[in-house]
């Protein structure tokens, strides 16, 4: 992942909109905007007051590992918490009944495609 993607997914994460984090690091939204659509890398000064705000390091912005995490399998489990943080939570509050089926569903759609 580039930089951009992993401060959109942090983003996601929080709930945070782009213009939200560039008002907080100083700088003009457009900025962001211009990062992402040309997957251009920030000055260091920026991706650190980036970083600070999104409160995770610098290094997991640029590869999109943890640095309190070593082996791979770790980081990918980190990667797909964060990424679907927001759907475990709306899963989590469901009533139990509703909850087994989605997951049934989801066991039956991964079953399907593993036979293809």
Do not use: C, H
């Given at each position: ?9 942090e ?28 997957k ?58 509703t ?18």
């Amino acid at each position: 992942m580039a930089f951009w993607d992993n401060v959109l997914a942090e983003l996601e994460y929080k709930g945070m909109s782009n213009k939200a984090l560039a008002e907080k690091v100083g700088i003009d939204a457009s900025n962001i905007g211009r990062g992402i659509r040309f997957k251009s890398s920030p000055s260091a000064d920026t991706a650190l007051k980036i970083a600070k705000v999104l409160n995770v390091s610098v290094e997991y912005l640029v590869t999109g590992r943890s640095p309190n995490i070593k082996n791979e399998e770790e980081n990918t489990d980190f990667q797909l918490f964060r990424k679907y943080s927001k759907t475990f939570e709306k899963l989590d509050a469901l009533p139990e009944k509703t909850r087994s089926s989605i997951i049934q569903l989801i066991d039956y759609a991964n079953t399907d495609l593993n036979k293809s």
